[in-house]
């Protein structure tokens, strides 16, 4: 799955850098295709916000690799427990740290979504 995932080349100025690509505002990655995430602080993320994740499933998604903005914070309790529900494990930390980690994580191939509010 981690063959065809972008690359998080920076981050900061309120958006990202993907393989070379400016992307503004928050961004949802999944099935290795970047897309916009319309949550902008950690108080807007809601289940609802997780949705293409939560569908996609276990079978797809062994865990969500949350980033929550410039400080770490747990996510609200409804949506750890729709990812437990769903067999999705969780991983949260400040965005930058997540960034990070995205690359590491996806150069070793694991099955990951990652939900990256922007900075």
């Known amino acids: 799955m981690a063959r065809d995932a972008p690359t998080i080349d ?25 897309r916009r995430w319309e949550v902008a602080t950690l108080g807007g993320l809601d289940v609802a916000s997780l949705e293409p994740v939560l569908a996609a499933g276990r079978a797809e998604v062994e865990f969500l690799l949350l980033g ?39 150069a070793e191939g694991r099955r990951l979504a990652a939900a990256l509010i922007a900075v």
């Not at 900061?12 to 990655?29: K, N």
């Open 68 to 106: 929550v903005g410039p400080r770490n914070a747990p996510p609200p309790r409804t949506v750890r427990e729709a990812l437990q529900g769903a067999g999705i494990g969780l991983e949260f930390m400040d965005t930058p740290s997540a960034a990070r980690l995205y690359n590491v994580l996806t």
């Open 10 to 34: 920076a981050y900061g100025g309120g958006g990202f850098r993907l393989s070379g690509e400016r992307h503004e505002g928050s961004l949802l990655i999944l099935r290795d295709e970047a």
